[in-house]
């Protein structure tokens, strides 16, 4: 096997530097850090638009095709999980603290800063716009970017049976004998985004944590509460990295369904349940009608930094930093999956999941803004970890669901990173499915120290323009796998019989045979 510890060194260095300059310099860090983010954003935010849309096409054209037939596996392979088990971990490995954080706090902002000029604050029409484009935010788009990682490594990984490190599924672009530099670049540049990607989730659920903690059990709001609720949840997600993927992460997967399915049942109860239900049908038909709009809007004559830029650029940049990591994840436990069902599942059943908790809590808190005066709007524009509690406090039993909440949204981190350390582990040794025990707990010491020197550094601010920073130069490596994927899929269609699709892939002599002749007939091509 291939020595991949030059990967684990420089990444670690690099992650290391990245940290020490947070932790000791964090005013120069968070300005340098505020200066970027508006330049990429305001240079590159295009980029990120058109290539996610890109990537939103092939995806749903696949399903169609005969493509959609072939198996993350070899022919005769079953699911390594169960349905149920792979859509909550589908979900938990994603961005469970995100949606948690944003639910109430994204609908809310843009109901007080409408996303479009004309619209009056805090109105009926801002309202609608302010779902509409949570929805948006949360919907395919945002999986579409896991998908085309975790497809390329799952083909190159149980299909062709190679490791599942980013700089291979590239191979069918770049050939299988490219430079080892070349390979050390992508794949350090894919451990820095992943790590990058979790520092900032594990950021957003501790600010969560600690405003729930404040407004619940009146404890400070302040960065040696942060730090302790850090450590917390470093301890115990390395805990629950000794028992692997099939119990610590599949169980709290499962513990963070019932909790979150728990709430939204209590809210969609004692809340406004029709305007739920209206909110819901609606925010879906406004996501579907505006889709284009929405997927292309860059306001090109704006100078300043525009509405664009600070959401939906930091949306795709945030989601495609965590693209190595989920896609990676999602590849992993949708083993024996077919394209088809691999595409549905990850770009619809998330999607639908987070649209029924926008519309019931954000929904909810907005209609309570409008018509029972609940002053949530206030509340979120002062603090907007305080968000989710706020809203919670209008219903009853505030303190069990508050605490639930918390609950939620540590089991939530406690899986990212768990998953995480695995990911990282596997990626820093060569793609193994079984990497080292010190390894997994060396990649959860550092996710915990980098988190804390970004909310030192800036809070929310510092963890948004890490995103952007991390998810430029990966979004050109996605780009490169959509490339590898076409190839991969091409190829590999050529190697079965159509009318008996899925089925075994030819042995090896076969293979070479069938790939020398047609490589004999694309040069008689390129002579005539």
């Not at 900032?200 to 600690?210: A, F, H, P, R, Y």
């Amino acid at each position: 096997m291939k020595s991949f510890s030059p990967v684990l060194t420089l990444s670690a260095a690099l992650i290391i530097a990245f940290t020490i300059i947070g932790f000791f310099f964090p005013t120069a860090f968070g300005n340098v850090a505020a200066s970027t983010y508006d330049w990429v954003a305001s240079t590159f935010g295009w980029v990120f638009m058109l290539s996610v849309f890109v990537f939103d096409v092939f995806l749903i054209a696949i399903i169609f095709t005969r493509y959609g037939k072939l198996k993350l596996g070899r022919f005769d392979e079953e699911p390594e999980f169960d349905t149920i088990s792979w859509i909550g971990m589908l979900f938990s490995g994603g961005l469970g603290v995100g949606i948690v954080f944003w639910g109430v706090a994204e609908p809310m902002t843009h109901y007080l800063n409408p996303p479009m000029v004309g619209i009056e604050p805090q109105s009926i029409e801002s309202a609608r716009l302010a779902m509409g484009y949570t929805f948006f935010h949360w919907g395919v788009s945002q999986w579409s970017i896991f998908a085309i990682a975790g497809l390329i490594i799952g083909l190159f990984q149980f299909r062709m049976k190679q490791d599942g490190l980013i700089s291979t599924s590239l191979e069918s672009v770049f050939g299988k004998d490219y430079g080892g530099k070349k390979r050390y670049f992508i794949d350090i540049l894919a451990i820095f985004a992943t790590v990058v990607g979790i520092a900032i989730s594990l950021g957003l659920g501790v600010l969560q944590i600690n405003g729930g903690l404040s407004q619940v059990f009146g404890l400070p709001k302040n960065t040696l509460v942060e730090i302790i609720i850090t450590i917390v949840l470093a301890i115990i997600f390395m805990i629950s990295a000794t028992t692997g993927l099939h119990r610590g992460v599949k169980f709290l997967s499962n513990l963070n369904i019932f909790i979150a399915f728990g709430l939204t049942v209590f809210v969609v109860i004692l809340g406004p349940t029709t305007v739920i239900f209206k909110a819901f049908v609606t925010g879906i038909g406004d996501y579907l009608s505006h889709f284009i709009e929405y997927s292309l809007r860059l306001d090109p004559y704006q100078i300043k930094q525009n509405w664009v830029e600070k959401w939906t650029v930091f949306y795709w940049a945030w989601v495609i930093s965590w693209s190595p990591f989920i896609g990676a994840f999602i590849a992993r436990i949708s083993r024996g999956r077919t394209i088809r069902e691999f595409v549905i599942g990850v770009l619809i059943v998330p999607p639908m999941i987070s649209f029924i908790w926008i519309a019931a809590f954000g929904g909810s808190a907005i209609f309570m803004d409008l018509y029972e005066s609940g002053q949530i709007a206030q509340i979120v524009a002062q603090d907007n970890t305080q968000a989710m509690y706020a809203f919670l406090h209008a219903l009853p039993i505030p303190l069990i669901t508050s605490t639930a909440t918390i609950i939620l949204i540590a089991t939530f981190l406690i899986t990212s990173a768990d998953s995480a350390t695995y990911i990282l582990a596997s990626m820093s040794s060569g793609g193994s499915l079984q990497p080292k025990f010190k390894i997994k707990m060396f990649w959860g010491v550092l996710l915990a120290l980098i988190s804390l020197a970004l909310l030192a550094s800036g809070g929310l601010k510092s963890l948004q323009s890490a995103a952007i920073v991390a998810g430029l130069p990966f979004t050109i490596i996605l780009i490169i796998m959509l490339m590898a994927i076409i190839k991969v899929l091409k190829f590999e269609a050529d190697m079965v019989i159509p009318i008996q699709m899925p089925t075994q892939r030819p042995n090896q002599d076969e293979v070479d045979k069938i790939a020398a002749e047609l490589l004999k007939q694309q040069q008689e091509k390129n002579s005539n």
